[in-house]
């Protein structure tokens, strides 16, 4: 499925790979939390190296911001640019539809029933996925 939802964005024109769309979705659905560069290897199940190149290409690209902890000098913030957050609100309409295309391939010929259950069942196996 994140390969069908990548080629989606890929035929949106967004200009990241995978594995930096992966990065800028995360930060972009946690907007109203303080998110540190050194979370990413856990909340996205990749090493410390991999996240710090992948920041590092993001920041290239002006898609983040890394902002200094007022608190403690070593831990580093990281923000989604405003020009990225606004790209992304504008693509959700045409993303939304999709998504809706693609998940009618999936239950094609499914009742209502086994939609609603597919549904919870998706559901549970998304939480049993970030469980850790």
């Known amino acids: 499925m994140s390969r069908e939802i990548a080629q989606i964005l890929l035929r949106q024109g967004v200009p990241f790979p995978k594995s930096q769309i992966e990065v800028v979705i995360y930060l972009y659905h946690h907007q109203d939390q303080v998110v540190y560069q050194r979370d990413l290897p856990d909340v996205l199940g990749i090493t410390r190296p991999m996240a710090n190149g992948l920041v590092k290409h993001l920041i290239q690209k002006n898609a983040v911001k890394l902002i200094e902890d007022s608190d403690d000098s070593r831990l580093k913030r990281i923000k989604l640019m ?51």
């Open 82 to 132: 405003p020009v990225v957050i606004a790209d992304i609100d504008s693509r959700n309409a045409a993303f939304a539809k999709e998504f809706n295309q693609m998940e009618g391939k999936m239950t094609k010929g499914f009742t209502q029933k086994q939609r609603d259950e597919f549904d919870q069942l998706l559901v549970r196996a998304i939480k049993n996925l970030e469980e850790k």
